[in-house]
């Protein structure tokens, strides 16, 4: 090969290096100004009308001037009991399948099976729910059902996730563990999560989102009513959340300000999951700047 065709082949690959790099930013762009405008819009319209009022009193079902109160304290009550109920059995189940399960065929299928169930519409969750807790155990709607249905929507991801963050874990550092006589608990408590916490962390936040902006789940197992009383802690009791308030009010409600209530909520709804992943990213970004120093 002449250096003139050598010459010429570099020129064209660096040509090509820049307009992909170009493009990639392009569309990074193009998907951050996506979101804002998506953010401006929900929040411009929601953020205006907010106050303490509509936050704390109760929904109207024929009177203008209801609130979210209820729905929004079963919102985080059915997310509160789900992430008690699906954290330490997902994120055991990711540990036991990058550490501690052999690499067999049974493994390679349960892994496809958790990979499947994490696309799995969430409706069929919902189904599920309704069909054990409705109908067989006769509990009818209630907030237990509402999380533990959730749980279960949660898990096959919050694993999948957590396998691969602890699978990211560089091998000479659980070595260099072993070589200083830990045992493989040891290591994994000391080293292996702290080092996987931030893949973890983001799992979390995953799920926490969806669980918190889910509705198909929630209408099916804990129903599209609430108790009636603010603060309501019976497990057995309605629990209709914000997700399933913001669609009943968008496409049923009779109230006249039907649309304001919709536009408020929708605000609250993105709000609330903007400040979960900053909240769960907080002693994150804490951590790591602790360790650089």
């Known amino acids: 090969m002449s250096e003139w065709t050598r010459t010429r082949k570099m020129q064209r690959s660096l040509v090509y290096d ?3 790099t170009y493009g ?3 569309l990074g762009i193009l998907v951050l100004l996506l ?6 819009t929900i929040l411009g319209k929601g953020l205006p009308g907010l ?11 024929m009177d203008p001037g209801g ?10 009550y059915i997310l509160i009991l789900s992430l008690l109920i699906s ?38 969750f919902g189904m599920l729910g309704l069909a054990i807790f409705a109908e067989y155990f006769q509990i009818g709607l209630t907030i237990l059902g509402g999380a533990v249905s959730l749980a279960f929507l949660n898990l096959p991801m ?6 691969e963050a602890v699978r990211a874990v560089q091998n000479d550092v659980k070595n260099a563990s072993y070589a200083l006589g830990m045992t493989k608990f040891q290591c994994i408590r000391t080293v292996i999560i702290p080092m996987a916490m931030q893949g973890i962390v983001t799992g979390i936040c995953l799920v926490a989102g969806r669980a918190f902006g889910e509705s198909a789940v929630i209408l099916l197992t804990a129903g599209l009513s609430t108790s009636g009383e603010m603060w309501d802690f019976n497990l057995f009791s309605p629990g209709e959340t914000l997700a399933v308030h913001l669609w009943y009010v968008q496409s ?3 109230v006249e300000d039907a649309r304001q209530i919709a536009d408020k909520s929708a605000a609250v709804l993105v709000i609330v999951v903007l400040l979960m992943n900053l909240l769960f990213r907080i002693p994150l970004w804490i951590s790591n700047r602790r360790l650089k120093k």
């Open 18 to 20: 820049r307009l992909a």
């Open 51 to 61: 106050s303490l009022e509509f936050l704390m009193k109760l929904p109207e079902d």
């Open 252 to 254: 049923e409600a009779i």
């Open 24 to 26: 990639f930013y392009g």
């Open 158 to 163: 919050l694993a999948r996730v957590t396998e």
């Open 87 to 124: 954290v330490p059995i997902g994120v055991g189940a990711g540990i036991y399948m990058a550490e501690y399960a052999p690499p067999n065929k049974f493994t390679e299928v349960l892994r496809i099976c958790v990979e499947s169930l994490s696309s799995v519409p969430s409706i069929v």
């Open 35 to 40: 979101i804002f405008w998506l953010l401006l």
């Open 67 to 76: 609130g979210i109160g209820p729905v929004l304290f079963n919102s985080f």
